[in-house]
């Protein structure tokens, strides 16, 4: 019998509301990087990057608004979430559900050295993109 969305579980897709807050952006992001993996920027105050490799994944942005009139750009960033977030090409073979992951560059995540359910964790794997879940 083919599989359906009716006898299927995913967890893709799910946030909470109450842990969705505005950033300042690190210069250089764009539209197109909603939905990637951000770090905490310790450069600017109350502002995130694009995890960097190696670096602690603090949220999954999004959304992005270049401010230009008033010279900021700021975006959402959901600090607990179950959604999607790209893997790096080269990751994706050392990738495994149940991995917890840090980033590996340009908003990209990687599986991390040591596992810790309490940072994040994969609960699936589509092609080129991991289910990530943190709460």
């Known amino acids: 019998m083919p599989s359906s969305f009716h006898d299927k579980v995913t967890l893709r897709g799910f ?66 979430f179950a959604n999607i977030l790209p893997i790096l090409p080269a990751a994706v073979a050392t990738l495994a559900v149940g991995n917890s992951v840090v980033g590996a560059g340009g908003g990209q995540i990687k599986a991390a050295t040591a596992h810790n359910p309490r940072d994040n ?9 991991a289910v990530v879940v943190q709460v």
Request: net charge negative; no cysteine; aromatic share 6%.
């Open 15 to 80: 946030h909470w509301e109450y842990s969705s807050l505005t950033f300042n952006l690190a210069a250089g992001i764009t539209a197109a990087d909603a939905g990637k993996a951000v770090s905490l920027n310790g450069v600017v105050p109350n502002s995130v990057k694009l995890a960097a490799d190696g670096d602690k994944i603090v949220g999954y942005l999004s959304t992005v608004e270049n401010r230009v009139v008033e010279g900021i750009l700021v975006g959402a960033v959901e600090l607990q």
């Open 121 to 129: 964790f994969v609960a699936e794997i589509i092609g080129n993109n």
